[in-house]
């Protein structure tokens, strides 16, 4: 089956490539100075990939593409250069992952009856089955079923838009959450979003500009004046308060508990997570998405905070 991310412009770029329209030093440019944007592409999809994938070799399939990107962009067709690159690194990461995908049809589609009998059965019990519960739904000791989930761990090959258990070639089609389903996840969405809005504001910066606007890290610092190191120190610092923060609202038992309240650290994030508290509304946190769970806030712009 044919890649979804190769596009059009993806076909007209690599004909383009046999008659550059950049100059050889535009071109290295552009590849030096997007070069983070590969690292931050293969990060992302290390964080949700089986840990025998090697991150050489995503970066090496993910540095090809971007050369290939530069030899291939056109300023004139109106779509930014990390944008038209970052289709397709995402493209050549997603290949080099099916390359190394050895799961057979077998193990896949075991996955998937798996999969369905745990929703069927979580939605008919109204919480999680237990694995002597599921194992009985499907005919097969517990045994079988870690063994069945250790396989599909080792060889999940991930799509762009999450974990799936198909192949390559077979790739199955999400199922439509119920409205219960529905409301939930809007309401988690709506979260997050006033959890990064509650930041302080240079932490909230980085946020939204690496991962909603998917900027380089070096322009990004280049913009607060600090090193790509601060950078990164202050993206971890977000990321931590995000997860705490959100944990605080969604699922407590999950939050943590500090050392020292009286801490001035611990303070601070007290103060945060009462923020977020203080920003949000059940209408304020649906009003972030439509009825589809689609955002409803256009792409890049920085998170609304409730009044």
């Known amino acids: ?66 050369v290939t990107a530069a030899r291939g962009w ?5 779509v930014p250069f990390h944008r038209f ?5 995402r493209g ?3 290949d080099e992952l ?7 049809r077998s193990v896949r589609s075991k996955a998937r009856n798996t999969e369905t009998t745990r929703q069927n059965l979580a939605t008919s019990l109204g919480r999680t089955p237990t694995p002597e519960e599921l194992a009985q ?38 199922r439509t959450p119920g409205p219960e389903e529905m409301l939930l996840r809007r309401e988690q969405i709506g979260y997050l979003h006033h959890a990064i809005g509650s930041l302080p504001e240079r932490l909230q910066t980085v946020v939204t500009e690496y991962f909603l606007q998917e900027r380089p890290m070096a322009d990004i610092a280049k913009d607060l004046g600090v090193t790509e190191s601060r950078v990164s120190q202050l ?31 611990a ?12 920003n949000t509304t059940m209408h304020s946190r649906l009003a972030m998405t439509n009825s589809h769970g689609h955002t409803a806030i256009g792409r890049g712009t920085r998170p609304a905070v409730a009044a």
Do not use: C, K
């Open 85 to 89: 690159a970052g289709t397709r690194i």
């Open 267 to 278: 303070r601070r994030r007290a103060s945060y997570y009462a923020s977020i508290a203080n």
């Open 74 to 78: 056109d300023a004139d067709r109106g």
């Open 1 to 66: 089956m044919t890649s979804t991310v190769t596009t059009a412009a993806d076909l007209a770029a690599d004909t383009a490539s046999a008659t550059p329209v950049l100059t050889a030093r535009e071109q290295e440019e552009l590849i030096r100075t997007h070069m983070p944007l590969v690292g931050h592409l293969v990060r992302d999809m290390l964080s949700r990939i089986p840990n025998h994938i090697h991150r050489d070799d995503l970066t090496s399939a993910g540095l090809h593409a971007l």
């Open 137 to 174: 739904a499907l005919g097969t000791t517990t045994t079988e079923l870690h063994q069945t989930d250790t396989d599909v761990q080792r060889a999940t090959v991930l799509s762009l838009q999450g974990f799936t258990t198909s192949s390559a070639d077979d790739l199955v089609t999400e």
């Open 235 to 265: 993206r971890a610092e977000a990321l931590s308060l995000l997860r705490d923060g959100l944990n605080t609202h969604l699922d407590p038992e999950m939050a943590p508990v500090p050392e020292n309240p009286d801490s001035i650290t």
């Open 98 to 104: 099916r390359s190394l995908d050895w799961a057979t």
């Open 92 to 94: 050549a990461l997603l």
